[in-house]
């Protein structure tokens, strides 16, 4: 939709070019949650892709994602053969249920930024422990980890002004065999539930569970845990006001298919039947 409270649209060439925070502005990615909605305490938007990041660097440290990387570009990723994890990209990248157009404008960074419980941007890059690059207004850096940097549907870590970066995925992660289990409420509707699984480098497990809740919960163990040592997790870690109720699904219907999906996950990478 038009958005007809814009008097102006910033395109910044370098960072010193971002120039001061105002109220009204907003960074503008791909637009696609941007555009979709009414904006009206808008005023300016700063279109970050004029920054011209390149969209994503394989390094000897593992997987740096530029925010404005589109979603269609890192689906076209290959990953390199070693990277157990590497389908999951795939995978995520297909949890994003929007057209070619949406896919080739809509941006890693929008999505993680946008913050919706179904950001598949945000599954990935928890499950995989990215560590954000934030650039703040006074021109210094910092770095949160993913799993931190998603508070709730619309709710960052960012403060005003701040620019997510990059995301940077470690090579350990990108090695660890993993699992996947997604349930939209119809066949091609929003995730409702996305649950990824991966072994650790050391013999740990590592359970993500977004889409079900409302901000990412990550539960680690030292080992692999017996089926009832995980229920006994996901019961004390996911409290009943964390469980996300919106048109997409039940909070009920969330808890008990992230349970099963999770018990799945646990057999599929090789824990004890009960
Ligand atoms: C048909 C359709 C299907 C969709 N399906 C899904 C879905 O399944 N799951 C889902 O989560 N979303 C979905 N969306 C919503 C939206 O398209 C996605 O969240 C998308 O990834 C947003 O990315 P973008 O680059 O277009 O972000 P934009 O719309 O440009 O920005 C989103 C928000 O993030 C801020 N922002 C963007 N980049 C940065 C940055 N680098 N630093 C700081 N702030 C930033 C913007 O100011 C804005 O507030 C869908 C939208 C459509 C139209």
Aim: with cysteine; proline share 8%.
């Amino acid at each position: 939709m038009d958005l007809n409270t814009i008097t102006e649209v910033a395109r910044p060439a370098d960072r010193a070019a971002l120039g001061p925070w105002r109220d009204g502005d907003a960074f503008l990615a791909g637009g696609t949650w941007l555009f979709s909605e009414p904006q009206r305490h808008l005023r300016r938007l700063i279109d970050l892709t004029a920054l011209g990041w390149p969209a994503l660097r394989v390094t000897p440290a593992g997987l740096s994602l530029a925010a404005t990387c589109p979603v269609a570009t890192l689906a076209a990723f290959e990953p390199p053969a070693d990277w157990r994890s590497g389908g999951l990209i795939g995978d995520c990248c297909r949890a994003f249920l929007a057209s070619f157009k949406i896919w080739n404008v809509a941006t890693v960074g929008g999505n993680i930024c946008a913050s919706l419980p179904a950001g598949p941007m945000v599954s990935l890059t928890v499950a995989l422990e990215g560590s954000c690059l934030i650039w703040s207004p006074d021109g210094s850096e910092r770095r949160v980890a993913s799993e931190a940097f998603t508070r709730g549907p619309f709710d960052t870590a960012l403060a005003p002004g701040e620019i997510l970066r990059a995301i940077d995925l470690p090579l350990e992660a990108l090695r660890r065999p993993y699992a996947f289990r997604r349930q939209s409420l119809t066949p091609l509707g929003r995730s409702a539930i996305l649950l990824i699984g991966a072994r650790t480098a050391a013999g740990g497990f590592v359970l993500t569970v977004t889409a079900s809740t409302r901000r990412p919960v990550v539960l680690r163990f030292e080992v692999m845990p017996g089926a009832a040592a995980l229920a006994a997790r996901i019961a004390a870690g996911i409290p009943e006001d964390l469980w996300y109720d919106d048109i997409h699904g039940l909070p009920d219907w969330r808890a008990h298919m992230t349970r099963e999906f999770a018990e799945e996950i646990r057999l599929e990478l090789g824990g004890a039947r009960p």
